[in-house]
């Protein structure tokens, strides 16, 4: 029946999202998410809404969170924009802000949807390559484009970027928007939160996907100069009034009311991340040094299908990409101490102790 679809839809490329299985017992260490809940305050706070007020829409534009976030990071609340995960943040930034008639910078490994949103906003996406040793080079962000995004750390790499070459990628580029996504900054990052009163091009959106470990409940959030909030604030509403639902709002302003939870949780994949890296290189993997809540792994004997596969035999899965530049290498979510001994006790069998 494609004759009904609007003619852009048939050229339409969609993100593929990690594997959610149906089988329960698996060891899923395919899609970032925390091996812990989320803080016993959220789900109170949760359980509290569903009871009293399910009835009514939310507040369309989510005051109390905004407030909650300003406060947190130290801005105001018009700096700062929510949504319906980061996922559609980053859509209406690639919306309101990337389409000028020129392309948008990006690094050539990184967050798959960058090049979706390009592709169902008519954005040409330019590639930069990352170097050998897969970081960024700040000095190849520059010259005419409409924006420039990227990842810190980046995805799937796991690498940090120091701050002083953020900024020196809005300090170059003052006429664009320049967005770093910071969906892993919590494990180990320093936020540029810090840079935006300094750079009125700089936009920063986080989750609370991962390090609230919140990925169930869809919110996310960029925080920048009111002016940049503003456009996007004009493509919600001109889209959905009320994309964050009354759960959502009220789940993650307890998230941000329980402080010595998050250091718990974040201090924990950041121990067991170091475990396992130390282990996987026992192994005969090389790691990419990594500040996320995974690892980004290969093997120089075994390919990285094969190995994904093996371990997909015993229960485990991991997220293996089959793209240039990585397609030996494996994406290994940090799960709790009881999933990545099941994944370093897995292995060696794999891999025959190279
Ligand atoms: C997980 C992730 C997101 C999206 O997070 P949601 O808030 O769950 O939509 C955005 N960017 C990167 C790099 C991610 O890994």
Redesign the pocket.
């Known amino acids: 029946m494609s004759r009904f679809w609007s003619p852009l839809v048939h050229d339409l490329v969609p993100y593929v999202p990690g594997e959610q299985p149906k089988l329960v017992n698996l060891v899923k260490l395919n899609t970032?998410e925390h091996p812990w809940g989320p803080s016993p305050r959220v789900i109170e706070a949760i359980q509290a809404e569903v009871s009293a007020n399910l009835r009514l829409y939310p507040d369309p534009n989510a005051d109390a969170l905004k407030n909650k976030l300003a406060d947190y990071h130290g801005v105001t609340a018009e700096q700062v924009f929510v949504g319906n995960?980061?996922?559609?943040v980053?859509a209406h930034i690639f919306y309101g802000l990337f389409q000028h008639g020129k392309p948008v910078l990006f690094p050539d490994i990184t967050?798959s949807?960058y090049p979706v949103y390009s592709g169902l906003y008519g954005i040409e996406a330019r590639l930069i390559p990352l170097d050998e040793q897969f970081a960024v080079r700040p000095e190849d962000y520059s010259g005419d484009c409409g924006g420039i995004i990227f990842?810190n750390p980046n995805?799937p790499t796991g690498r940090l970027m120091p701050l002083a070459d953020i900024e020196t990628i809005a300090a170059n580029n003052p006429d664009v928007p320049v967005v770093v996504?910071e969906?892993?900054v919590d494990f180990g990052g320093e936020s540029a939160i810090q840079l935006v009163d300094r750079y009125p091009n700089l936009l920063v959106?986080q989750?609370?996907?991962?390090s609230r470990s919140l990925?169930g409940l869809?919110?996310?959030f960029a925080i920048g100069h009111a002016d940049l909030i503003e456009a996007l604030e004009r493509v919600k509403n001109s889209f959905n009034s009320y994309p964050l639902d009354r759960l959502a709002i009220v789940g993650a302003v307890a998230a941000y009311e329980d402080e010595t939870y998050f250091r718990e949780a974040t201090d924990y994949v950041i121990r067991e991340r170091e475990r396992v890296t130390a282990a996987l290189q026992t192994l005969g993997f090389e790691v990419l040094p990594s500040v996320a809540n995974f690892v980004l792994a290969r093997h120089p004997g075994i390919a990285g299908a094969d190995i994904a596969a093996g371990l997909r035999e015993r229960s485990i899965i991991v997220r293996h990409f089959n793209k240039p530049r990585i397609e030996n290498h494996l994406r290994i979510t940090i799960g709790s101490t009881e999933q990545n001994d099941a994944l370093l006790g897995a292995l060696p069998e794999i891999v025959g102790y190279w």
């Open positions: 970032n995960g980061s996922d559609e980053l967050y949807f990842p995805a996504d969906a892993y959106t989750t609370l996907s991962k990925a869809r919110v996310g």
